[in-house]
């Protein structure tokens, strides 16, 4: 049995990240399930979000403002935080020990996938630093082959300016994702980083 707009919204559910075959049948059926005000709603919700919801002007990460709610924070440390993606700053942040700002890529040095330092969000960083008055970047990219291709690509850049460049501790094991480790092993990681 072949019902076209079924099978479109189960194309569509499985292009998310994550998400099989399988699963997307799931929320196709699910949401064929739901009153019509109920998926309405659902869709005005990635409407909006998708409108509203754009990259922080200083640090790249998601706001809904012109500056995020991070950056905009008074008594903030001389220190930025470097991340991957915008789900890297909310792990950290949900640990509530990290009191710097941060800075988002947008992606990673990977040269399989045809991304260059150009690629990703690093000329910024490097005006920041100057501009803030840094004392200290961590970089907190996921500790596998592009995360530490990254960092040393950033620390390389960062050393001439006399700014401390550290890279969080490897309590977070190799080939993970910051966004899956546990807040007690991401607080270690962040109090345990080293120079690079």
Known sequence: MEIESLDRLINEFSKLPGVGKKTAQRYAYFLLTQSEEEVKNFATSMIDAKQKIHFCKICANFTDKEICDVCARPNKA???????EPKDVLAIEKVREFNGSYHV???VINPLENKGPNDINIRSLLTRVKDEKIEEVIVATNPDVEGEATAMYIANL??????????????????SELEYTDAVTL??????RREI
């Open 78 to 84: 001389p220190i930025i935080c470097v991340v991957k």
């Open 105 to 107: 890529l947008h992606g």
């Open 158 to 175: 960062l050393k001439p300016l006399g700014v401390k460049v550290s890279r969080i501790a490897q309590g977070i094991s190799m080939g």
């Open 187 to 192: 607080s270690k990681a962040l109090s345990s």
